[in-house]
């Protein structure tokens, strides 16, 4: 195989790893609802075990195939993948105040008020929390403009 071929076999390889150990997690540590978020059609665990057999075949026949064509692995930055999603919620956050929101409908006076005092606190939040994860410093700061408008200055 040739460079370009590997690398591509490696990311699709590890891609099957990750959702193999998504799957692990799921199984050993079922997801716990939030306030906003319900975990439905969570997996079956087998009692028989075959389940186990399963997952521990399919790590076998990666190995095999990572160790008989020498494939390198690739690295997934954890931390900058978390700002990363914390920035863009910080960007969905600002899209969705009282006049994000007028494309659905009327926004309440009285409504319009409140986001517009607790929107930008929960993305100071947020920001504060991209900088506790250390990201560089030129990415630490949300927008927290209108997506439509320049940022404040």
Do not use: F, W
């Amino acid at each position: 195989m040739n460079e370009s071929q590997r690398s591509v076999l490696s990311i699709v390889l590890a891609g099957v790893e990750r959702d193999l150990l998504l799957a692990q997690q799921t199984l050993e540590h079922p997801p716990r609802d939030g306030l906003l978020t319900r975990y439905t059609d969570l997996p079956p665990r087998c009692s028989d075990g075959s389940l186990d057999v399963t997952l521990e075949a399919i790590r076998g026949k990666i190995k095999q195939l990572t160790e008989d064509l020498r494939l390198e692995p690739h690295e997934e930055p954890v931390r900058r993948t978390l700002v990363s999603r914390l920035l863009l919620d910080g960007v969905a956050l600002a899209e969705v105040d009282a006049r994000g929101l007028r494309g659905y409908g009327a926004v309440d006076p009285a409504t319009a008020k409140y986001l517009q005092r607790e929107l930008p606190q929960l993305r100071e939040l947020l920001d504060r929390l991209v900088e506790l994860l250390g990201a560089s410093s030129h990415v630490t700061r949300l927008n927290t403009g209108h997506p439509h408008e320049p940022p404040a200055q």
